[in-house]
């Protein structure tokens, strides 16, 4: 099956810095998503970016699928950023999901 | 509410009992997956419905293990004589078949066998 990458695995912020999160996967994909997942257990869709660059608020993200990677930039990081961000990809002639490990971001006051 | 639903969010059982999840997903989505997620790990695929028919399953899923989605609605999974390793967090998704395929997922149900 295909393989998704994220790193890094952890990362630690002060409020109010940015940062950038990896997604490499390693087949042509039709599909790409971005998820934060709430301390309850649920994903919340942050981008569905198969292709091109994205924005919404202070969140944003861009695909390059030729060289088969994607970034999730997070600008002045809150407390409320503090969660596991997953890269989910779809891959050419499938229908699934396929899920990378998740980077663990923690925001401190 | 038009999201994704799970039932129940939390579910507490004894090693050998069997147990049954419900989700209800988007109403127009004909799409329908089950994905597990235990601690420290990204969600696994298990299965996956077009309509009422399931057309994959995951090597994850057991002869425990059965789902199923009459009439192309909601979908139960059911897994039998319960073991320690079946605690975990039980995915639902939902996405529409055609040229933006993006999923949105429920709440989950968090089982936890003892």
């Known amino acids: 099956g295909i393989q998704v990458e994220q790193s890094p695995p952890d990362l630690i912020l002060q409020e109010g810095a940015n940062s950038t999160l990896r997604c490499n996967f390693s087949?042509?994909?039709?599909?790409l998503q971005w998820f934060h997942q709430n301390p309850w257990g649920q994903l919340i869709n942050l981008f569905y970016?198969?292709?091109g660059t994205k924005q919404n608020g202070r969140l944003s993200a861009t695909t390059v699928a030729t060289e088969r990677y994607s970034l999730l930039y997070i600008s002045s990081s809150q407390t409320t950023d503090s969660g596991v961000y997953f890269c989910?990809?779809?891959?050419?002639?499938?229908?699934?999901?396929?899920f990378g490990a998740g980077t663990t971001v923690t925001v401190r006051a | 509410d038009t999201g994704v639903s799970q039932n129940p969010r939390h579910k507490i059982t004894k090693r050998g009992q069997n147990v049954t999840f419900r989700c209800d997903p988007i109403?127009?989505?004909?799409?329908l997956y089950w994905y597990r997620q235990t601690l420290g790990q990204g969600p696994e695929f298990l299965t996956y419905?077009?309509?009422?028919?399931?057309?994959?399953k995951s090597r994850l899923l057991s002869d425990r293990f059965s789902a199923e989605r009459p009439k192309g609605s909601f979908s139960t999974l059911e897994i039998q004589r319960t073991e320690q390793g079946d605690s975990a967090m039980y995915l639902c998704?939902?996405?529409?078949?055609?040229?933006?395929?993006?999923?949105?997922f429920g709440q989950g149900t968090r089982l936890t066998v003892v």
């Open positions: 970016i198969p292709s």
């Open positions: 989910a990809v779809l891959r050419s002639n499938d229908y699934k999901l396929s």
């Open positions: 087949d042509s994909v039709n599909n």
């Open positions: 109403s127009e989505h004909n799409r």
């Open positions: 419905f077009q309509n009422e028919a399931q057309l994959e």
């Open positions: 998704a939902s996405s529409l078949q055609g040229r933006v395929t993006e999923a949105f």
